[in-house]
């Protein structure tokens, strides 16, 4: 019969040799995923460009109290009112017609455009630097192709709105 082990001896590994071991290991997994490791870090550095990274740190370090916080609030009157009408708010979002919002955007942005053009104009008509817009001019430029599109467009939301409304039994 063999004698009792009567001590266990443990070797301790070289913290050289598991550092290396170590560095050898990630070098081996960046190798692998080289495009995916520069996409995460270009991930990262646009986010501190940002300033966008200690806000998402500080958020996930403390998730549990976000969360609890979100919920306390949510849990208020106005909090439910808020979830309410922001889920209405999707619903409705996803019933419109993209071409017909993408038209109606991209003339938004053309009008906006133009009244930058024209900025300077108004302010002197609101200082009172420039013959206000009379009666005429305002029936000069319903004679423009492009006012009056944008008029009969209005009108016609207008007239549209103004249907939806009846059909829900509001007052008139």
């Not at 443990?10 to 692998?32: F, K, M, Y």
């Not at 270009?42 to 109290?65: F, H, Q, Y």
């Not at 919002?101 to 133009?114: I, N, P, Q």
């Not at 053009?117 to 302010?123: D, R, W, Y």
């Amino acid at each position: 019969m063999g004698e009792p082990i009567t001590s266990i001896q443990r070797t301790q590994p070289d913290p050289l040799q598991s550092r290396a071991a170590s560095l050898e290991r990630v070098a081996a997994h960046l190798a692998a995923d080289e495009e995916g490791v520069i996409a995460g870090l270009r991930l990262l550095g646009a986010l501190e460009e940002k300033g966008l990274l200690p806000l998402l740190t500080a958020l996930v370090e403390r998730g549990d109290r976000v969360l609890a916080r979100g919920v306390d609030v949510l849990h208020t009157s106005s909090g439910i009112s808020a979830l309410q009408t922001a889920v209405t708010l999707l619903q409705w979002v996803g019933k419109l017609d993209s071409n017909s919002v993408s038209t109606l955007f991209t003339a938004l942005d053309a009008g906006v455009k133009r009244a930058g053009l024209k900025s300077e104009e108004v302010n002197r008509r609101a200082q009172g630097n420039s013959r206000p817009i009379g009666i005429y001019d305002i029936l000069a430029k319903l004679q423009d192709p492009s006012v009056n599109t944008a008029i009969g467009y209005l009108f016609e939301f207008l007239a549209g709105m103004g249907e939806a409304l009846r059909e829900a039994g509001l007052p008139k």
